[in-house]
């Protein structure tokens, strides 16, 4: 069974830093490439980025490149998201997705003072 | 951006029904591979997003004949038949052929 599980969400101050991290489990990790995606309180969909196999190649949504990366440890199977000078639009809870069509449970980033 | 719209933004449907919900996007879906990166996905409440339709009318794993996807170019649609009380939640469109991938605002469908 594919499993998703993300971590790392929490209360941050506008202009802090947050690591999320997103362990894969029941697929072979490092042959799919993989995404973030957010969904706002008001739950608008956001596609923010996504990461190659090897982790050589990133793309990034023009609303959040130059303040987040995107990381991959396929030893580890885990996906990351390096989030920094956050916004409180940045609010939202953040999923990690599989091109092939699986969503982790998502967590929660509140950006607030 | 791709702009997606869709509609309608809601819709009541009595259990055994049949209903559909429109995706239009601002650009031609079709990608110079030839694949159209058209998705739809349904997200139950308290759940995130599963995906029901890739590449326009492909069901997903586990996914029940009773959706189906149609629709080229610009004009999609999501067809659910014979619906079920599982079936509530927020469907949205998808595109992944044009940089950023965007979303549609999605429609909230509710049992009658």
Known sequence: EVQLVESGGSLVQPGGSLKLSCVASGFTFSNYWMDWVRQTPGKSLEWIGEINTDGSKTNYAPSIKDRFTISRDNAKSTLYLQMSNVKSDDTAIYYCTTTSGYWGQGVMVTVSS | ?112
Not at chain 2, 11 to 16: D, E, H, N
Not at chain 2, 68 to 87: A, M, N, Q
């Open chain 2, 1 to 112: 951006d791709v702009v997606m719209t869709q509609t309608p933004v809601s819709l009541s449907v009595s259990l055994g029904g049949q209903t559909s919900i429109s995706c239009r996007s601002s650009q031609s879906l079709v990608h110079s591979d030839g694949n159209t990166y058209l998705y739809w996905y349904l997200q139950k409440p308290g759940q995130s997003p599963q995906l029901l339709i890739y590449k326009v009318s492909n069901r997903f794993s586990g996914v029940p004949d009773r959706f189906s996807g149609s629709g080229s170019g610009t004009d999609f649609t999501l067809k659910i038949s014979r619906v079920e009380p599982e079936d509530l939640g927020v469907y949205y469109c998808y595109q992944g052929t044009h940089y950023p991938p965007t979303f549609g605002s999605g429609t909230k469908l509710e049992i009658k």
